[in-house]
């Protein structure tokens, strides 16, 4: 058991980069979460949006998933995908706790959120 | 793992409220949303099948309080009690900073409780966290039901059951009325906070 603690460097740094990375390209909300479900830095547009529990849902998803992966012989699944009528969300695993969640319309290709989650991943892992 | 935010001056909590089956989890968030004004909760979340009972987890976020110029969130969870959710419980608990464990008084689930305190050991281990470490207070519920003549089991024999090596705090409690609930909390919020601060200070030497 530990903490996390963001000082206000860091937190500019991650909002930037997820500005650089995925609202650049037009994903709505793109947000950092941890493992208990906290959100770590948000950007985007979320006035509606009720992000502290888009965030805990998130989290649970996630952990749901891997759960099930273990019980298919899978190590775990690092992305998770769903797609509604008009928005469509993107979880996946930046390192062993942090999820990096994206919230973005059918105007933005699958592949190109993909692309940028990947290489933003790589920069914060690299912080 | 708790977060502290020093650009929002927010230091965020993970208070997870565990027992077996319908022992009263929900009840307590229920309870303490419903007295709570507006402005110091959030929305509550709750994930549950048709019968009421828990299928994933309640949570209900409140800001009560500051420490240093941290203002505190407290991010409070329930697990589903029902055996059958084992791995719900376990995702739930990852990352907690504080437990509420609430046992039924009713004589009849005497084995439930203890098999449920064993289930939350097994778990902790899991995200290596010791029992004996993380912030735990007792809640035995349904002391009403003593009143009406149902067989419940004595303040003693909880005692004996659950807490006998553990030594934690202990409320008596009837949650649908209120009794004991914010006494829990007080508690729990306050070792948690307590809990993470001293880490803090720790860490930032
Ligand atoms: N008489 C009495 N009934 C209670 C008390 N606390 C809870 N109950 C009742 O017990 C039932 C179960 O309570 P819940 O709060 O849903 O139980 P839970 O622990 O969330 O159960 P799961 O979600 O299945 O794990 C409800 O009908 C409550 O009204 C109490 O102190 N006294
Ligand atoms: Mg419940």
Redesign the pocket.
Not at chain 2, 19 to 30: F, Y
Not at chain 2, 52 to 55: A, G, N, S, V
Not at chain 2, 141 to 145: A, F, P
């Given at each position: 058991m530990g903490i996390r603690v963001l000082t206000p460097e860091k937190v500019s740094r991650l909002e930037k980069l997820l500005r650089n990375y995925l609202l650049s390209i037009g994903v709505n909300l793109a947000l950092l979460i941890d493992e208990a479900g906290n959100i770590l830095v948000s950007s985007g547009k979320n006035a509606d949006v009720d992000v502290t529990s888009l965030a805990a849902l998130a989290a649970a998803n996630f952990g749901a998933t891997n759960q099930i992966a273990r019980i298919l012989g899978e190590d775990d699944f690092s992305i998770l995908y769903h797609k509604g009528k008009k928005d469509n969300i993107h979880l996946s695993k930046i390192n062993d706790d942090i999820i990096l969640v994206t919230v973005f319309t059918d105007e933005v290709p699958l592949g190109l959120v993909r692309l940028k989650a990947n290489q933003l991943a790589k920069q914060i892992q690299e912080l | 793992m708790a977060l502290i935010d020093l650009k929002k001056k927010e230091i965020y909590c993970k208070i997870v409220?565990y027992?077996?089956?319908?022992?009263?989890?929900?009840?307590?968030?229920?309870y303490i949303y419903n007295s709570l004004p507006e402005k110091f909760r959030g929305k509550l979340l709750t994930i549950?099948t048709k019968g009421?009972?828990?299928?994933f987890f309640?949570l209900l976020p409140l800001s009560l309080g500051k420490i240093k110029d941290l203002d505190i969130r407290l991010q409070l969870y329930?697990?589903?009690?029902?055996s059958l959710?084992k791995y719900a419980r376990k995702i739930v608990l990852k990352g907690v900073d504080g437990i509420v464990f609430?046992a039924?008084?009713l004589r009849i689930r005497r084995e439930k409780n203890k098999e449920s305190l064993e289930d939350l050991k097994e778990h902790l281990l899991e995200w290596n966290i010791d029992i004996h470490e993380i912030p735990l207070v007792f809640q035995y519920?349904?002391?009403?039901?003593g009143e009406i003549g149902i067989p419940i089991l004595t303040i003693e024999e909880l005692q004996e059951d659950l807490n006998r090596e553990l030594k934690a705090p202990y409320f008596e409690?009837?949650?649908?009325?209120g009794?004991g609930v914010f006494e829990t909390l007080k508690t729990i919020s306050k070792m948690s906070i307590r809990y993470i601060v001293q880490k803090y200070l720790k860490y930032s030497d």
């Open positions: - | 409220y027992g077996p089956g319908r022992s009263g989890k929900t009840t307590n968030l229920l549950e009421e009972r828990t299928l309640d329930t697990v589903p009690g029902q959710y609430v039924d008084s519920n349904k002391r009403d039901l409690a009837v949650a649908p009325k009794i």
